[in-house]
């Protein structure tokens, strides 16, 4: 990946031949882009969340780094403009100094700190595979998803999503289109054609909602005893 590889980072910065990134990982790296926008995809993440009750959140990635930032951000700003509540940062590299792929002490950091947040709890996650590990330690700690804890990623990827025990909820990043327009940037490049000055940003397509967030939560028990009777 451009953003960890210094080989390509060099590698790119010698070449004279049109170049499109379809990420903004290293925004300091001059070069024309296509991509999704992330601030956006945080802003419908909460929007989604809030929209079924859920005054309580928190946003999980296991890196943080550009991209994650702007996705956490963007949810974090619009969650807490709506609700008063800002939502608890969880990027575990921001608690960590044993590493992104120590999953073992990741899992117990986790299951720690989803005990102490309040419930019901809404979770946006920076990926589908993120919002996986969350869902594996809340049914390992015996949540109910979505009544105590809803779970929602990004990409709506079917092989992460459909294969969970609890289907997962996901804002749609509109991957294809950003491949398109990137590949329609790179042939006007290629044609002699000049690049925008600023990224041209890609709006998620909603939620494609599964049964991670398919319900509607209340702050008063007795109110949520009636949602769960009529479900």
Sequence with gaps: QVNKRADFIRYIRRQRVPCVDMWIFRPDIPLPRRSGDQRLIGQTAADHLLERGFRNAAYFS???EHLHKLRGEGFADRFAEKSGNRPKNLAWALHSDSGND????????LKRTLHALPKPLGVFCYSDYDAAKIESICLESGYAIPDEVAILGVDNDPLVCDNNPVPLSSVRHDLFRIGYESAALLGTLM???????????????????????????????????VIKFFQ
Excluded at 102 to 109: C, D, I, K, S, T
Excluded at 196 to 222: H, K, N
């Design 191 to 225: 044609r002699g054609g000049s690049a925008p000055d600023e990224p041209i940003l890609i709006s998620p397509r909603g939620v494609e909602i599964r049964a991670s967030t398919d319900g509607f939560v209340a702050s008063d028990p007795i109110v949520r005893s």
């Design 102 to 109: 120590n999953w073992r002490a990741q899992h117990v950091w």
């Design 62 to 64: 296991t890196e943080y």
